[in-house]
């Protein structure tokens, strides 16, 4: 029997209204998800991955109810985000909190870092002061950092520090599920390395579940145990991260795998498929790119389906093997 997910992501759709181009002419619309669905097991932590774009952060925004999709649903533990009432989830938030990309815009420069720190605790009523200081306290040490560092400012600290006081303030909670979107992207590549640590560290220690938006391969293949491929707003493959990364079955897949720096190899980039201009409404929305596209991948879109032999899915009519 499986385990029940922690995070249950079904069928979401958004879309945003683009500006006139003229006072005369109606609104464009632009997909930013077009049917996404996902699931996570609590301690299994997943990652998202994709080219600027594709729709990660609109989804990181909707898994977590700050945004509202036109379409589908999200349950944490069964229970369905968008049903809720106000008052019931405001309470949930206290199980789901959000690492922020950039740790010096996050941080409010006025602020010390203690009542940064407690900013969520303060926003749900959860716990008196003293309680508060106290598991300000250990939230910062948690992260690596010392329990006086309450009294300073985010002047005061280095870009990676800065960061760990965001995974500080996201921690004050407790919380089950944390949404990190590009958390380390902001940070020098010397201190990447401790941030992914620490995060790690925290999966396997206080059993905290990350769903990690990132569009560096290296970064989710650190912590994460199941990876999303997303395009388009679409997921185009799913799967174990290192059977995913290691023999990707979707070309886009092969695509940015093939572009991440490496020293055993020359870095490739697929060649552009000529006579298609990407505009195509119908048909695989990778077509137009994909080196490998027939005739049926300009006609018909693919869902996403299990793959024989293999466990995981893709959404591809010529999966590589």
Known sequence: MSEAPLLEVVDLVKTYRLPRTSPFTPHGRRPALAGVSFSIVAGHSSGIVGESGSGKSTLARIALAL????????????????????????????????????????????????RIVAEPLAALGAAGRAERSARVAASLEAVGLRASDASKYPHEFSGGQRQRIAIARALITRPKLVVADEPVSALDVSVQAQALNLMSDLQQQAGVTFLLISHDLAVVAHICETTAVMYRGRIVEIGPTEELFGAPAHPYTRELVDATPRFDRPTRVAPAAEGRNGLETTGCPYAARCAFAQSRCLKEAPDLEDLAGRARRAACWFPLT
Not at 75 to 95: I, K, Q, T, V
Not at 103 to 114: A, C, F, I, K, M
């Open 67 to 114: 945004d509202k999709p036109d379409s589908g649903a999200v349950r944490l533990e069964g229970r369905s985000l968008f049903d809720l009432p106000h008052h019931e989830l405001r309470a949930l938030r206290a199980h789901m909190q959000m690492i922020f990309q950039d740790p010096y815009g996050s941080l409010d420069p006025r602020q010390r870092v203690e």
